[in-house]
């Protein structure tokens, strides 16, 4: 109670009318809730096209259901979702519009007509590049990338990597000098193509990355590129017939939808990449039309809303129970963080006054389950968790679907009920709230229309906030402080800092320099 009183003190409008019914839940057993109100049965399960959510565990009942309704309202949620199909300039810092939406869906008004123009005319040579490459006989394709030219399409390549891809797939990120020597010991040049992916053209470790494979690929012809910088990517030594373009109102972690998944399209064929840019197009379309108590993407949100700034909440697990979509929590910490995870108010009218973004963290189970769900169960803190399994398996051992399946749904129940013992060590407290996303099956079409959910439900948590979901500033400062230490490391000159001056003047005595 304490903690709520402190956080009424600071709370800002919006949040006062969810208070009161945080003081009413915040102690009561989830077992209490959920056995008081049995229409949560039917009010807290939505299912959208192949996804079935389940937001029965959480610590919310209907009077606090209602009060998140009026927030969404409050906040022009159906307005603002308007503005973004309709490609008003909504990233304000950057004063453009983010339409990762015309990549995949059809939209008829303002600046989005005039993008899905764009992608329209691109659209047949992207395709018969990626037809090309398909078809070439190339045995290992190397995408290279980082951030979100990189997570989006790696977790595609993984997702789908039981359905026969035409090629090898590797992806180089990190310039670490060991990921680069050990790919190329696997590879022969001459079988290999290199896929370089960068908005800008600029990031370091892209171009770092990039110069290396193409100096051992010896092969222009086997090269391609992919940004919103084309000259940049010629300059560097892509053939023009092969760069691709991307567009300056995709923000980079919304863009797999894009040229971005070029790889993985000319891996995995036409129909796979027209499915996954289906699925979530029906996704677009459920957004924008259903109405907020029906609205996946928008319930998504208040949850993540309720739990950070009701409940006080500071963490969110992602816990994929299929190791296909092991690298979901990866893609969505840059999703989430790198959207929600600021302090300036959208409208320059100052900070925030309130919590942003949780962590998001996770893996996959049951792994997962033998290190740190210890800590889920009986830590301290609460920490939500978000459990994602795939209910058709595309592999024929029904035993281990069902021991994945059981233990999925039995840590939701474990963590939600707890057990009662004297012996305080063996005594689970319970009261851990948990959602559930059940996907019909691992395709294309499913994943498309799960990854649009999340991109969705970003959006609507910024909404509330009234941050900028879709500028990262945050990310310059280091990168230019990494430009500037790179000449201290190279004994040029001396760093500025006397910590950063000391660590270098130490690594440079122990490296022998
Ligand atoms: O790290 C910040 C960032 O700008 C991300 O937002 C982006 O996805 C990544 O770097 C890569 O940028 P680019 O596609 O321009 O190489």
């Known amino acids: 109670m304490a903690l709520l009183e402190s956080r009424r003190m600071r709370s800002p409008d919006w949040i006062e009318p969810l208070l009161p019914h945080a003081a009413r839940l915040i102690d009561q057993p989830l077992a209490a809730l959920l056995e008081d109100d049995p229409a949560r049965l039917q009010r807290d399960v939505l299912e959208v096209g192949p996804i079935t959510a389940c937001f029965r565990r959480q610590r919310i009942d209907a009077q606090a259901w209602q009060a998140l309704y009026e927030l969404a309202e409050r906040c022009s949620m159906p307005q603002a979702i308007e503005a973004m199909f309709r490609g008003d300039a909504i990233n304000a810092s950057e004063q453009r519009p983010a339409l990762h939406v015309a990549l995949r869906s059809e939209l008829e008004e303002g600046a989005a007509a005039a993008a899905c123009a764009e992608v329209r005319a691109a659209e047949p040579r992207i395709r018969a590049l990626a037809e090309s490459l398909r078809?070439?006989?190339?045995?290992?394709v190397v995408h290279v990338g980082i951030g979100g030219s990189d997570l989006g399409p790696r977790l595609l390549a993984a997702a789908l990597g039981t359905q026969q891809p035409a090629f090898r797939m590797h992806f180089m990120s990190s310039p670490d000098g060991h990921a680069l020597q050990q790919l190329i010991a696997r590879l022969q040049?001459?079988?290999?193509?290199?896929?370089?992916?960068?908005?800008?053209?600029?990031?370091?470790e892209t171009r770092l990355?990039?110069?290396?494979?193409?100096?051992?690929?010896?092969?222009p012809e086997r090269v391609y590129a992919i940004s919103a910088n084309v000259p940049a990517a010629e300059q560097f030594g892509v053939p023009a017939a092969h760069v691709m373009p991307m567009w300056d109102w995709v923000g980079g972690r919304y863009s797999l939808w894009s040229a971005v998944g070029f790889s993985v399209r000319a891996a995995f064929g036409e129909t796979a990449f027209a499915e996954l840019l289906r699925g979530a197009a029906e996704m677009d379309r459920h957004f924008r039309l259903a109405p907020v108590h029906?609205?996946?993407?928008?319930?998504?949100?208040?949850?993540?809303?309720?739990?950070?700034?009701?409940?006080?909440?500071?963490?969110q697990a992602v816990l994929p129970y299929d190791l296909r979509l092991g690298l979901l929590p990866d893609y969505l910490q840059q999703l989430v963080m790198e959207s929600l995870g600021k302090s300036a108010l959208a409208d320059g009218s100052g900070t925030a006054a309130f919590a942003t973004v949780p962590v998001v963290w996770g893996g996959p189970g049951t792994d997962c389950q033998h290190s740190y769900f210890q800590a889920l169960h009986q830590a301290t803190e609460t920490m939500p968790c978000e459990f994602i399994g795939v209910i058709r398996p595309d592999h024929p051992h029904a035993a281990m679907h069902l021991s994945l399946w059981s233990n999925l749904l039995a840590q939701g129940e474990a963590l939600a009920l707890g057990s009662a013992s004297a012996d305080l060590h063996r005594h689970y407290p319970g009261s851990?709230?948990?959602?559930?996303?059940?996907?019909?099956?691992?395709?294309?079409?499913?994943?498309g229309a799960l990854l649009a959910m999340y991109e969705h439900s970003v959006y609507a948590q910024s909404v509330v906030w009234g941050i900028n979901a879709f500028d990262q500033w945050g990310v310059e400062l280091g990168k230019k402080t990494a430009h500037r230490l790179a000449p201290a490391l190279r004994g040029e000159q001396i760093a500025a800092d006397p910590?950063?001056?000391?660590?270098?003047?130490?690594?440079?005595?122990?490296?022998g320099d």
Not at 213 to 218: A, M, N, T, V
């Open 189 to 204: 040049p001459e079988r290999t193509a290199v896929v370089l992916v960068s908005k800008s053209f600029s990031t370091e």
């Open 135 to 140: 078809s070439s006989g190339v045995t290992d």
């Open 209 to 219: 990355n990039g110069r290396l494979l193409l100096d051992w690929l010896q092969a």
């Open 432 to 447: 851990r709230p948990s959602s559930v996303f059940m996907l019909d099956q691992l395709d294309a079409h499913a994943l």
């Open 294 to 315: 029906d609205n996946l993407p928008i319930r998504h949100a208040l949850v993540a809303i309720w739990n950070r700034n009701a409940m006080g909440y500071a963490s």
């Open 499 to 511: 910590i950063s001056a000391d660590l270098v003047h130490r690594w440079r005595a122990r490296a």
